[in-house]
């Protein structure tokens, strides 16, 4: 009878550790591969500094400042700072603004400032996990093999 217990406790909890390790693992190598050739940089970052310059009904835009950690696309390298924008649902809050991101980051030309602004590919700043992190390195030596 314990046995049978066992067995059945050991079936029921392995779709639960199964949820939890896809979590982990999402998303797919494909999703980042995407994502990464959309963008001109994509990197690892420690933000220091958030802050909202704009808001229109629904929308807020925040200013952020990063230290890069790790680098996978772009001129940035480690220990680069970064300012970037990041366009969010309002009312935003500020804990999704700090701490370690992953993100991909569009580039478009500032004719006035004669410099790049770079904002954030919507839905694309992750949280850094290994799994993530493993991928991405196996995407920038595939374009690197390619030059």
Same mark, same amino acid.
């Given at each position: ?49 958030? #802050?909202?310059? $704009? ?8 200013? !952020? /400042?990063?230290?890069?950690? +790790?680098?996978? @696309? ?14 969010? #649902?309002?009312? $935003? ?8 991101? !992953? /993100?991909?980051?569009?580039? +478009?030309?500032? @004719? ?36």
């Amino acid at each position: 009878m314990k046995r049978i217990l066992r067995l059945l406790v050991l079936v029921l909890l392995v779709p639960f550790f199964a949820a939890a390790q896809t979590d982990d693992e999402w998303p797919s190598l494909n999703y980042l591969k995407s994502d990464y050739k959309s963008v001109r940089v994509v990197a690892h970052v420690r933000i220091r500094e958030s #802050e909202i310059v $704009s808001r229109i009904p629904g929308y807020d835009t925040w200013r !952020i /400042v990063a230290e890069v950690i +790790e680098p996978f @696309k772009g001129k940035f390298r480690k220990g680069n700072a970064i300012e970037y924008f990041h366009g969010a #649902e309002a009312p $935003s809050k500020k804990e999704f603004f700090i701490g370690e991101k !992953i /993100v991909f980051l569009l580039a +478009e030309y500032d @004719k006035e400032k004669k410099e790049l602004r770079y904002s954030v590919l919507e839905n694309s700043s992750l949280a850094p996990n290994a799994d993530r992190v493993k991928k991405l390195r196996i995407i920038r030596g595939s374009y690197a093999k390619r030059r």
